[in-house]
């Protein structure tokens, strides 16, 4: 019979003392006389507290003797649960993080570490290349950790107390390189880039523009999201990136965002609305359409592909599109609206480094991604109908997060102080 990974440890007889004894994450711990009520109690009280840490391997760990390494081992436990594993969860960015810490001070007792272990970490990070925002975004997770220790009663207060004293690194204060805030992405742009990509996501990137709809929000729609018993439509995402905080989100369609997606509700209602296998099925069959090679030549429709000499199935499409596989489509597209002057014909293969190198400084500043579209939406939206309607559709709880997407209107200062300058 397997061994039950969830079973709780025995409550078990020590032959040598007589006392009942039970083991919890490497540890025996003596609860008594074996047999009496004592024990029994103090049994119940150890394991009560033990899976209230989450069976965490630094559990009955001294403070003093709590190394770093164990500390980021019981964290990380913690946190694939908490977060998830997601290419883009916290657990990612903690991951790394934590690797990092290891190497420096994994073997020094996390009661020790201070306010200059914690800036030695930042310092290797902002040597690493990485922005000063992404720094400080970095070193707060650091103090997380060593917060959540402390609330788990392995640190002493006084340690996330002292990190949380260090102030983040300021803009022109630190070596830390500077990144251009996101921006809204101009209309020119998005409509010279409609024309180079499939239907699908060209369908996409309108809706968002109409709802502003975060990238993640658009990818999950499915039709039993969608409460069309208004003139308005209401769409309810299943999962969104604040109901961890209890907050709803709902994202209003309008009657041009519904007949976009007119066309994509015919389907199983579990089923996503935007999916790359009907965009690759109609990619094959425009393909095919224009064909001019006979069919008893060459490649069939249903023919199995070959690669390098061996029959092997391609990977087929998925039923949804990931966030990362709706920005290639857009960068793709970018690459074919706005191609280099002079490299953009030629193999990647036979250009010089230096080649290469100016060929994706041209790409990278001729790109943009889809969450620059919310900022395009809730500008357009701040302009025409002021700042609370953008803070209502962008589904944001506060109007300062409101301003970061919604740049406000030069025109009407240039027009004021054409009036009064």
């Given at each position: 019979m397997?061994?039950?990974?969830?079973?709780?440890?025995k409550?078990?007889?020590?032959?040598g003392?007589g006392?009942?004894v039970?083991?919890?994450?490497?540890?025996?711990?003596?609860?008594?006389p074996?047999?009496?009520?004592?024990s029994k109690?103090?049994?119940?009280?150890?394991?009560?507290e033990w899976?209230s840490?989450?069976r965490?391997p630094?559990f009955?760990?001294?403070?003093?003797d709590?190394?770093?390494?164990e500390?980021?081992?019981?964290y990380l436990?913690?946190?694939?649960?908490?977060?998830?594993?997601?290419?883009?969860?916290e657990?990612?960015?903690?991951?790394?993080?934590?690797?990092l810490i290891?190497?420096?001070?994994?073997r020094?007792?996390?009661?020790?570490?201070g306010?200059?272990r914690?800036?030695?970490?930042?310092?290797e990070?902002?040597?690493g290349?990485?922005?000063?925002?992404?720094?400080?975004s970095s070193?707060?997770?650091?103090a997380?950790?060593?917060?959540?220790?402390?609330?788990e009663?392995?640190l002493?207060p006084?340690?996330?107390?002292s990190?949380?004293?260090?102030?983040?690194?300021?803009k022109?204060?630190?070596?830390?390189?500077?990144?251009?805030?996101?921006?809204?992405?101009?209309?020119?742009?998005?409509?010279a880039?409609?024309?180079?990509?499939?239907?699908?996501?060209?369908?996409?990137?309108?809706?968002q523009?109409?709802?502003?709809?975060?990238?993640?929000?658009?990818?999950?729609?499915r039709?039993?999201?969608?409460?069309?018993?208004?003139?308005?439509?209401?769409?309810r995402?299943?999962s969104?990136?604040t109901e961890?905080?209890?907050r709803?989100?709902?994202?209003?369609i309008?009657?041009?965002?519904?007949?976009?997606?007119?066309?994509?509700?015919?389907r199983d209602?579990?089923?996503c609305?935007?999916?790359?296998?009907?965009s690759?099925?109609?990619?094959?069959?425009a393909a095919?359409?224009?064909?001019?090679t006979?069919?008893?030549?060459?490649?069939r429709?249903?023919?199995?592909?070959?690669?390098r000499?061996k029959?092997?199935?391609?990977?087929?499409?998925?039923?949804?599109y990931?966030?990362?596989?709706?920005?290639?489509?857009?960068?793709?597209?970018c690459d074919?609206?706005?191609?280099?002057?002079?490299?953009?014909?030629?193999?990647t293969?036979?250009?010089?480094?230096d080649?290469?190198?100016?060929?994706?400084?041209?790409?990278?500043?001729?790109r943009?991604s889809?969450n620059?579209l919310?900022?395009?939406?809730?500008?357009?939206?701040?302009?025409e109908?002021?700042l609370?309607?953008?803070?209502v559709?962008l589904?944001?709880?506060?109007a300062d997060?409101?301003?970061i997407?919604?740049e406000?209107?030069?025109?009407?200062?240039?027009?004021?102080?054409r009036k009064?300058g």
């Amino acid at each position: 019979m397997p061994k039950l990974s969830n079973s709780l440890p025995k409550y078990r007889k020590h032959r040598g003392s007589g006392q009942a004894v039970v083991t919890l994450s490497g540890r025996d711990y003596y609860l008594g006389p074996h047999g009496t009520k004592t024990s029994k109690l103090e049994y119940d009280r150890l394991i009560a507290e033990w899976l209230s840490s989450g069976r965490s391997p630094a559990f009955g760990t001294s403070q003093d003797d709590l190394s770093i390494a164990e500390l980021l081992a019981a964290y990380l436990r913690y946190a694939k649960d908490y977060y998830g594993t997601g290419p883009k969860s916290e657990y990612f960015h903690m991951r790394r993080l934590a690797q990092l810490i290891a190497r420096l001070f994994g073997r020094t007792s996390a009661a020790e570490f201070g306010p200059l272990r914690f800036k030695a970490v930042r310092d290797e990070l902002v040597s690493g290349g990485i922005s000063r925002t992404y720094a400080n975004s970095s070193m707060r997770r650091v103090a997380r950790i060593f917060k959540w220790g402390a609330a788990e009663g392995i640190l002493p207060p006084s340690v996330p107390q002292s990190l949380a004293m260090v102030p983040g690194l300021r803009k022109g204060r630190s070596e830390a390189r500077e990144t251009a805030p996101v921006g809204p992405v101009s209309p020119e742009v998005v409509e010279a880039t409609l024309a180079e990509l499939p239907e699908t996501i060209a369908d996409m990137v309108q809706l968002q523009l109409l709802t502003a709809a975060r990238p993640k929000e658009l990818c999950d729609l499915r039709p039993c999201d969608l409460d069309r018993s208004g003139e308005v439509w209401v769409y309810r995402p299943a999962s969104h990136k604040t109901e961890h905080h209890g907050r709803d989100r709902t994202v209003l369609i309008g009657p041009q965002g519904q007949g976009i997606l007119l066309k994509y509700l015919a389907r199983d209602p579990e089923t996503c609305c935007f999916r790359p296998c009907d965009s690759e099925a109609k990619r094959l069959a425009a393909a095919h359409a224009s064909r001019v090679t006979p069919l008893s030549c060459g490649n069939r429709p249903g023919s199995k592909a070959k690669r390098r000499g061996k029959r092997k199935l391609l990977k087929q499409p998925g039923e949804r599109y990931s966030t990362d596989a709706y920005r290639r489509a857009i960068h793709r597209a970018c690459d074919r609206a706005f191609p280099h002057p002079e490299f953009s014909q030629n193999p990647t293969n036979q250009l010089t480094t230096d080649e290469l190198a100016e060929l994706k400084e041209w790409q990278a500043a001729h790109r943009w991604s889809p969450n620059r579209l919310r900022h395009t939406a809730a500008t357009e939206i701040r302009r025409e109908f002021g700042l609370e309607a953008a803070q209502v559709i962008l589904g944001h709880s506060a109007a300062d997060v409101t301003q970061i997407y919604a740049e406000r209107d030069l025109a009407k200062g240039l027009d004021v102080a054409r009036k009064i300058g």
